[in-house]
């Protein structure tokens, strides 16, 4: 969509300007995510959206549980950087329900497992960072974090810092943890 919008902003400045007004307000997956949307779920979270619109490219959800999913840090810290979500818009880990608290720990391990499969990292750093200061780059929306490590890579520090030192495409990494991910549930 952004794409699109370019490419019109270069034929025709003038016209651009108000479809692109029109394409923010009348957005299908919008609409769709309005209409969807339920108790547990607040509009213009990019992680209720991705709940509720379900696994692609686009929305970075790459395994889509009961209550809680895997999904792409778009803005990854390594390469094979994933994120376990509850679909609930929560930031209270006290307030975890007893299943999503199982559910998050099944789909941590499945990470585990297709980022070891998808990439073979000699380490991994499994967090979570609640609050703002803590570093919580979405801090209404609890999520918790994987990344694969491998040495020399950077230390943990800049890691929390945001220092990225990434090589390969997010299309990339989808496809080699949804692979991982399929692999392993067949077995
Ligand atoms: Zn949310």
């Not at 299908?28 to 547990?40: F, T």
């Not at 979270?45 to 991705?50: E, P, Y």
């Not at 679909?87 to 307030?95: E, N, S, V």
Request: net charge positive.
């Amino acid at each position: 969509m952004v794409k699109k919008k370019l490419k019109n902003k270069k034929a025709s400045p003038k016209k651009t300007k108000a479809v692109s007004k029109r394409d923010t307000l009348f957005a299908p997956w919008r609409l769709n995510y309005i209409k969807g949307a339920r108790d547990g779920v607040k509009q213009d979270c990019v992680f209720c959206w991705a709940a509720q619109t379900g696994p692609s490219m686009e929305t970075l959800l790459v395994h889509q549980g009961s209550q809680c999913s895997i999904i792409l840090n778009k803005f990854p810290y390594n390469n094979g950087h994933l994120m376990v979500i509850p679909h609930r818009h929560t930031a209270d880990f006290d307030g975890l329900t007893r299943d999503e608290f199982e559910e998050i720990h099944q789909l941590l391990k499945l990470a585990y497992q297709a980022i070891k499969r998808a990439y073979n990292p000699q380490g991994l750093n499994v967090g979570l960072n609640l609050g703002r200061v803590a570093g919580s780059g979405i801090d209404d929306h609890l999520h918790y974090h994987l990344v694969p490590r491998w040495g020399g890579d950077t230390n943990f520090m800049p890691v929390i810092a945001h220092t990225k030192i990434i090589s390969e495409s997010l299309d990339d990494t989808f496809e080699k943890i949804k692979k991982a991910i399929d692999e392993i549930r067949r077995n």
